[in-house]
């Protein structure tokens, strides 16, 4: 099972929006997985996996991280907040190096924290015995942590502050008088953190710096800086840690945000929203109109010109003609035909049918792959309309960049396509059998007539034969089987060309339904399948958007 879909099931039974969202999310990413780039993909694979092991380690404590640069007065915040000296400050602590970390409850968050990565030794546990705070800022559930300054000059310190933020459930930035406006802290978190405005508080430390009167504006004056920069409905809060003002005002936030237990779900729908729009930006969102009648009826056109089917179903019709008549027709006539060259001949054609479906479809013909290629082409661009660019590709590369093994596959239709080339039909030998009788008729009866023509020049005798129906019968033979000829060449030809076109019409159904069988399964169904898959991805990434 994926993290993602792990996480969904800790979720289930408490938020269904976020269990849906995740599930959404986790049928994107597999949708998606070798057609997006990994480093896309990942921070959602990795966020499936954090949520899993934060729940089910703890899912009744909040994870609040308070981070802020140097001077800010961060680490006497949170002394202020756990009323104990825990974080040096001034002096002998100028920078926040390391995090600290201060559990409110009588059973700590240890398990919580090592997976977190902080050492035992810079963990706290708040025992609520040592707690004289009222109701409303009694911080039970709580789990604060001390970041390490974000304008520290170490890198470690920038990376560990970094790592540690993924983990909180609520961010507060802790901002001084002197540097509220600083673009440092601005431009490279709080503004690219504006998708998580839901789970961050703002805190104007050190208050007590700036005399009564102009308070409330400075405080208007950071509100307006978070609205500019996307986050108009963040909390801004006045305090001094030295002097405790506006301390309990923090806590009650604090309280009522543990008590609705919305944080951790809060923020992961948060980074849901933020992994999920990034997916979407790369993969796109867009409903695509998919293969129509007219698309697939457009390729098994292409594919079979590609084949060349038209052009051996016209040489099948004329070359049945001319077999037939070679079996049918009147002996000269047979005789003079056999000067002319047969049509399928002409395409580089022998008699047998494995030669026939050879020379029918040349398997390395560059006009036969161009042909193929642009009908597969001309459907993957009308298919993967709106689509975002790795989706294209792979549509691509399911249907044009396999076009020599389409081409392949042509032939090998082609190739166990019964033609029919050697079956000569039965009555064509019935009716040759004739014209040869009628031939050998029209020979007697000439060859008599002939005979009794020398006989009378020589004065010798020749006998005539009887007469049949008053005419002699070497006329009768010699007329008979020239005329029997012919009218039975003229009508076995009418009866030819049906033959032909029957067979033309069966050759051509059989190729149509091989080279479509082609389309489908080297073309269509791989296109369908990437257009499928994509519709789940779609499907998911719209769900986890929310």
């Known amino acids: 099972m994926s993290a993602l879909a792990d996480a969904r099931q800790v979720f289930e039974g408490t938020r269904a929006d976020v269990s849906d969202r995740l599930a959404g999310l986790s049928e994107a990413v597999e949708a998606g997985h070798g057609r997006l780039e990994e480093e896309v993909l990942e921070p959602a694979r990795s966020l499936g996996g954090r949520a899993t092991e ?26 202020a907040l756990t009323d104990l000296e825990l974080a040096g400050v001034g002096v002998r602590r100028p920078t926040t190096s390391w995090a600290l970390a201060c ?45 390490p300054d974000h304008d520290s000059t170490e890198v470690s310190h920038h ?26 802290i601005h431009d490279r978190y709080i503004k690219p953190m504006a998708a998580y405005s839901d789970v961050t508080l703002v805190v104007l430390n050190q208050i007590d710096r700036i005399a009564y009167g102009e308070r409330d504006r400075a405080l208007n004056d950071v509100r307006s800086i978070l609205a500019r920069e996307g986050l108009p409905d963040v909390p801004v809060i006045g305090v001094s840690a030295t002097r405790n003002d506006g301390i309990d005002d923090l806590k009650r936030e604090l309280v009522r945000r543990i008590k609705a237990k919305k944080s951790a779900k809060g923020r992961l729908g948060s980074d849901l929203s933020h992994v999920a729009q990034d997916i979407a930006e790369a993969g796109g969102t867009s409903v695509v109109p998919g293969i129509g009648d007219v698309d697939r009826e457009a390729v098994e056109l292409g594919l079979l010109d590609a084949a060349g089917v038209p052009a051996l179903t016209d040489a099948v019709e004329a070359s049945t003609r001319r077999r037939a008549v070679r079996h049918t027709g009147w002996p000269p006539i047979r005789w003079l035909g056999r000067f002319r060259k047969d049509p399928l001949a002409e395409l580089g054609l022998e008699e047998d049918l494995s030669a026939l479906a050879r020379g029918a479809v040349p398997a390395a ?44 596959a042509l032939d090998d239709a082609v190739l166990g396509t019964d033609l029919g080339r050697t079956r ?74 049906s033959t032909a076109r029957s067979t033309a019409r069966r050759v051509e159904r059989q190729l149509h339904d091989a080279v479509v069988e082609v389309a489908e399964q080297r073309v269509l169904a791989p296109v369908r399948l990437e257009l499928e898959r994509y519709a789940r991805y779609r499907a998911g990434i719209t769900r986890a958007l929310g």
């Open 54 to 79: 934060r729940l089910q380690l703890s899912g009744d404590h909040t994870i609040v991280a308070l981070a802020g640069a140097t001077g800010s007065g961060k680490s006497s915040l949170f002394n």
């Open 103 to 147: 559990a409110w409850g009588p059973d700590g968050a240890s398990e919580l924290l090592e997976w977190m990565g902080i050492p035992a030794r810079h963990q706290v546990s708040r025992m609520s015995m040592l707690d004289t705070s009222s109701a409303e800022t009694k911080l039970e559930g709580l789990v604060l942590l001390d970041l």
């Open 159 to 184: 990376l560990e502050m970094e790592r540690l933020v993924e983990y909180a459930d609520l961010l507060i930035w802790v901002l001084d008088p002197q540097k509220y406006a600083d673009a440092a």
């Open 365 to 408: 013909g560059h006009a036969n792959r161009a042909q193929a290629e642009a009908a597969v082409r001309e459907l993957s661009q009308k298919a993967s309309v709106g689509l975002a660019a790795p989706w294209r590709e792979a549509v691509v590369d399911a249907s044009v960049r396999r076009t020599d093994d389409t081409v392949a």
């Open 424 to 497: 000569p039909a039965p009555w064509w030998h019935v009716v040759g059998l004739l014209q040869w009788v009628l031939f050998a008729a029209l020979v007697v009866g000439v060859v008599w007539l002939g005979a009794l023509g020398i006989g009378s020049l020589v004065s010798a005798e020749v006998p005539g034969g009887p007469d049949v129906l008053g005419y002699p019968l070497p006329g009768v033979l010699a007329v008979g089987g020239l005329v029997g000829g012919i009218v039975l060449a003229l009508l076995a030809r009418l009866l030819v060309r």
